[in-house]
């Protein structure tokens, strides 16, 4: 079993607040700077129970990345995430604020 560290780049831009309004969309580039292929990425606010759905339309392979769009109408910016790898490994960071991810890196 690998052991993976994630790391988020928070780009803070001062004409950017880093709060939405109320319902807005979140939105950030996830690179895959993994050795392995993501399979799933789940989202869920940390006062939910349980993964919602895989937001991955398709695996993530390593070195690639893609525009994450989080539209689910609440208004919260923490979220816990969860990553599945190819090899069936799995690793969660919890309680992430979204909100001021511009960039959010996948990790060896």
């Known amino acids: 079993m690998h052991r993976l560290t994630l790391a988020a780049a ?3 831009a001062t004409a950017m607040s880093s709060v939405p309004a109320l319902a807005d969309d979140i939105v950030f580039m996830l690179h895959n700077k993994s050795s392995y292929a993501i ?3 789940f989202a869920s606010p940390p006062d ?3 993964w919602e759905d ?3 339309e398709s695996d ?3 070195g690639t990345s893609i525009r994450v769009t989080i539209a689910d109408g609440r208004s919260g910016c923490r ?3 969860r990553f599945v790898f190819e090899d069936d490994d799995a690793v969660e960071e919890k309680a992430i604020n979204l909100c001021e ?3 959010y890196n996948v990790n060896d």
Request: charged letters at 25%; a negative charge; proline letters at 0%.
């Open 10 to 12: 928070f780009l803070a």
């Open 54 to 56: 895989n937001i991955l």
């Open 79 to 81: 979220y816990d995430l």
């Open 39 to 41: 399979t799933g990425f």
């Open 60 to 62: 993530l392979k390593s």
């Open 48 to 50: 939910v129970d349980s």
């Open 101 to 103: 991810v511009e960039d």
